[in-house]
Each structure stands twice: as structure tokens, then as C-alpha cells.
């Protein structure tokens, strides 16, 4: 039974789940709930919730993101916060649409990357006014409050440039908390003990 695999797509309604038997190996993206089956016995609900376990466990890391559709990102934020996963903001930069992804409680960031706030457009065009102010709405109320009242009274009316900060200004601002922090307590050297005389 060792090095097999199972493909548990079906099964729990997550986007890839592949598991080997030893339970080392699992690699796990966020669920799709349009698909998602029901359990249909006690042993399947066992393995559903594991599933689930697992995937709250590991981290998802964002890599240099230049943003995209707000709708697209409000889809993956829905599953984010579903499945409680930790976000680490990594990446170079983390522009537009990704930035909303710092309103999320699990969320940290790396001090060096650049993040990157402007207002909403179509394709860089402006939005009708009623648009514009709905979209900037729905984007503040995803950012830390912190940045709430910067971004509606200032970053969302920047449509041909971007205001950027650091992922260091964002924790000194207590908008962000450093995942360094989180990295160092988990590799910082145990004291070596003294021999007992």
C-alpha cells in the first residue's frame, strides 16, 4: 500500500488532492465548492474532514501577483477564508487586486515586498460614478481597517498610477503582521543544554 496514490477530486470537492498512502505528500488548492460531492457514509465524512485538516495546514503562498479581476479575486478570497488557510504575501509585489487579500485574519507579509493601490477601471478606463464608488466600496471592505480609510479618501482615486508601500510600512502601519516573525520562531536554534555536573 505504500506509494500509491489516491485521487480524492471527487471525493471531498477540492480543486487537487492527491495523498500518498505514507501521508507525506499532499498538495492541496483551494476548494471548489461548485463541485464539491456530499459524503455518502461515516468513513468518506472521516476522510472529507482530514482532507480538510490538511489543507487549513498548509500555507498558501503568493508569489509575485500583478493583480486582476476583482470578482476573480473575491472567488478566491470566498475560499481562503473557508478553508482558514494561512496567506503568506512573498512575492516581489503584490499590485491591485491582490492587495485585498491583506484583509484576510491569516494573512502576513514579507517586509520587502511592494504592494500597489489604485482605483477600480475597466481595462484602465474609469467606471460610471455609481460603478466606481460600489467597486471602491467592495475592495476597502476587504483591506485591513487601517487602510480602509486611505484607500476610499485617497489610493482609489489613482487611476492612471499606483500608490505603493512596503510590506514593511504595511506592518508598521498594524495593517500586516510579518511572516519573517512567524518564520523565525519556528527556526530559531533550541538553547543547547549544559550538561548536568
Known amino acids: 500500500m505504500s506509494g ?11 480543486a487537487q488532492v492527491t495523498l500518498r498512502a505514507a501521508g507525506i505528500a499532499a498538495i492541496l488548492l483551494a476548494p471548489n465548492t461548485a463541485q464539491a460531492a456530499k459524503p455518502r457514509s461515516t468513513q468518506e465524512q472521516s ?41 503568506e504575501i512573498t512575492g516581489a509585489a503584490c499590485m491591485s487586486s491582490c492587495t485585498m487579500l491583506l484583509g484576510l485574519e491569516n494573512t502576513c507579509v514579507d517586509p520587502k515586498t511592494v504592494f500597489g493601490f489604485h482605483g477600480p477601471s475597466r481595462n484602465g478606463q474609469p467606471l460610471e460614478p455609481a460603478l466606481f464608488d460600489q467597486v471602491s466600496k467592495i475592495i476597502s471592505r476587504h483591506y485591513p481597517a487601517e487602510l480602509q480609510v486611505w484607500y476610499m479618501t485617497v489610493a482609489r482615486y489613482n487611476l492612471s498610477g499606483i500608490n505603493t508601500m512596503t510590506g514593511a510600512e504595511l506592518i508598521r502601519l498594524g495593517a500586516a503582521r510579518s511572516c519573517e516573525t512567524n518564520a523565525s520562531a519556528i527556526r530559531s536554534p533550541r538553547p543547547k543544554l549544559r550538561p548536568s555536573s
Request: net charge positive; no cysteine.
Open 4 to 14: 500509491k496514490l489516491w485521487n480524492t477530486n471527487k471525493l471531498y470537492g477540492l
Open 47 to 87: 476522510q472529507q474532514q482530514d482532507a480538510a485538516a490538511i489543507a487549513s495546514s498548509i500555507p498558501y503562498i503568493v508569489p509575485t501577483d500583478y493583480g486582476g479581476s476583482v470578482k476573480k479575486r473575491l472567488s478566491d478570497i470566498y475560499a481562503l477564508r473557508k478553508s482558514a488557510r494561512k496567506v
